[in-house]
């Protein structure tokens, strides 16, 4: 076995396609019956460059064989949250299923400590786990649990369409009362993109984030460059937003779908500002846009997202809605130094 240096803009295609192989032995663990997308457009997805940060990957290879992969993330300078968040790095590390207790994962984590000994600015490691293997590797190494959650997925079977209908004709009383109105849009537009941004950033640090100590940040220039890539992946984000009155935005909510994989889709943030909440508003987002987007793809078999285990609002709101656990997890921390000093 040995640890490569791995650049998807450079590598070979048939390499890519071995780590897509390796990837889907992990995922069959948790997910046996979800269908493998077509790999040409994986490795669009796999090659997309983001600025915002910079990614370092190694792949374990037995012969020509990938059986273990491992990255980095850290914010590049371009980012618009690089100060705040630039002593965290991100890192991930896998095994395939049948090479584990080999010290494989130890190897690939040499690999990401050196790595990050050229940002000095580091201080801070931060990586999740769902497997039990997982969960033990991180806390052997000190990771201390940050944060729980779960992935938890609503099928179009279990919804209940009298409940959401209810939510809505609350959210329209309260509009007629109060003059607030919902917009929909699937590209933000120009004329609100910087209340639109401010609001986003807002309820995104807003949601329980565990020692996460930096600062989600998210700009005009930044979104539209996220749009960019999104328009490029062939993903659709729909959004609905409330207005009120006066003009303020006051809540948002989103789903991100693609028909490379049509039989589900993505609920991503929903966020109420504080000044504007215990009126529903929350509600009647969620449910609008759920009862647009399936009038739109009904073929869609379930709605995946993703709650901290303290995020008791959105939880109470996504159990109501029919949302379910499917796979659960934690977020580690690590202190830098103490963990080069485990690895040595």
Known sequence: MEIISFDPEKAED??????????????????????IPDRNWRLLMLRQKNPEIEVHRWLAMEEDKVVGDAQTVIVSKEAPNYETDKHI????????PDYRHRG???????????????YPEVKKVMGGAHHELGKKFA????????????ENRLRIEEIDWNLMDSWIADGEKLGAAEGVKIRYFEKVPDDIIEAYTKIYSETMNQQPLGDYDGEIKVTPKSLREDEKRREEQGTLNQ???TVEKDGTISGLTEIFSNSQVPHKAFQGLTGVDQRYRGRGLGKWLKASLLKDFFDRYPDVKYITTGNATTNAPMLSINTRMGFKPFLTGNEYTFNFQNLKDQVK
Do not use: Q, Y
């Open 14 to 35: 048939e390499l890519c396609f071995k780590l897509f192989e390796h990837s889907d032995l992990i995922k069959k663990e948790t997910d046996p019956d979800d269908p």
């Open 89 to 96: 790095m991100w890192m991930s590390v896998r095994t395939s």
């Open 104 to 118: 494989i994962g130890t190897e690939l984590l040499k690999h990401c400590i050196k790595n990050a000994e050229g």
């Open 139 to 150: 806390e052997k190494l000190g990771g201390k649990t940050s944060m729980s959650g779960s």
């Open 239 to 241: 959004t609905m937003i």
